[in-house]
């Protein structure tokens, strides 16, 4: 215990923390894209994929408490990643760094704040219907329609997704190089497949809000 905590006092330590928990997480919002995938196939198709999901509650929750902690322990290895970068190199050569970094890694500061909000309104809109009127908690499809025929709503998720697609793409990256897999024959092939996938996740919740707003869902 006493040479992990060590360990993740260091830069790398706290860098394999957030590859890991970012992994996790990246994980869930691929499958959590698919599974939103369905409402194209009906309103019977998602509800009775959501009815599976809650008939499996001990899973739910078991799945539920790993993403908390994946999230939190994200959010707090990223927080003191970042201070502690800050602290070890001199204001020029930080904001040099800064500026020669990607577009992604330069969008981070905005894009993590961006989704900490979405995800609570999220949560509160189609989990709990408390920010949504008329929430049927047994009609997963009439939710996500009603939900998304509001406009503010359907162009707040397709930002949030925006900015999601910016926070994958350069988490993914940096997650190959923090557990070290990246060098000169395989770097590409990593910045390709950071790009695609993210770009395929990130359209993929696009979808539905755009299809629902353009009226292509009855």
Same mark, same amino acid.
């Given at each position: 215990?006493?040479?992990?905590l060590t360990?993740?006092r260091?830069?790398?330590?706290?860098?394999?923390?957030?590859?890991?928990?970012?992994?996790?997480?990246f994980?869930?919002? /691929?499958?959590h894209?698919?599974?939103?995938?369905q409402?194209f196939?009906?309103?019977?198709?998602i509800n009775?994929y959501? /009815?599976?999901?809650?008939?499996?509650l001990a899973?739910?929750?078991?799945?539920?408490l790993?993403?908390? *902690?994946?999230?939190v322990?994200?959010?707090?290895?990223a927080?003191?990643l970042?201070?502690?970068?800050?602290?070890?190199?001199?204001?020029g050569?930080?904001?040099k760094?800064?500026?020669?970094?990607?577009?992604?890694?330069r969008?981070m500061?905005?894009?993590?704040?961006?989704? /900490?909000?979405f995800?609570?309104y999220h949560?509160?809109h189609?989990?709990?219907g408390?920010?949504?009127?008329?929430?049927?908690?047994?009609?997963?499809?009439?939710?996500?329609? *009603?939900?998304f025929?509001?406009v503010?709503v359907a162009?707040?998720?397709?930002?949030?997704?925006?900015?999601?697609g910016?926070?994958?793409?350069?988490?993914?990256?940096?997650?190959?190089?923090?557990?070290g897999?990246n060098n000169?024959?395989?770097?590409?092939?990593?910045r390709?497949?950071?790009?695609?996938?993210?770009?395929?996740i990130a359209?993929?919740?696009i979808?539905?809000?755009l /299809?629902?707003?353009?009226?292509?869902?009855?």
């Amino acid at each position: 215990m006493t040479k992990a905590l060590t360990f993740y006092r260091t830069s790398l330590g706290k860098k394999v923390v957030m590859a890991i928990t970012g992994l996790i997480l990246f994980g869930y919002v /691929a499958i959590h894209m698919l599974g939103n995938l369905q409402m194209f196939m009906g309103p019977e198709q998602i509800n009775a994929y959501a /009815a599976t999901l809650k008939g499996n509650l001990a899973f739910l929750w078991v799945a539920r408490l790993i993403l908390l *902690t994946a999230g939190v322990w994200h959010i707090v290895a990223a927080v003191q990643l970042t201070r502690q970068s800050q602290r070890a190199r001199p204001e020029g050569y930080y904001y040099k760094d800064v500026i020669q970094a990607d577009y992604g890694a330069r969008t981070m500061r905005w894009t993590g704040p961006i989704l /900490a909000v979405f995800i609570i309104y999220h949560l509160l809109h189609f989990t709990t219907g408390t920010v949504h009127p008329g929430f049927d908690a047994h009609d997963v499809y009439n939710n996500v329609v *009603t939900g998304f025929r509001v406009v503010p709503v359907a162009l707040f998720y397709i930002v949030s997704m925006v900015a999601l697609g910016f926070h994958l793409w350069h988490g993914a990256w940096s997650m190959f190089q923090s557990v070290g897999l990246n060098n000169p024959r395989t770097d590409r092939f990593f910045r390709r497949f950071a790009a695609i996938a993210t770009l395929v996740i990130a359209v993929g919740f696009i979808t539905i809000p755009l /299809a629902i707003v353009t009226r292509l869902f009855p």
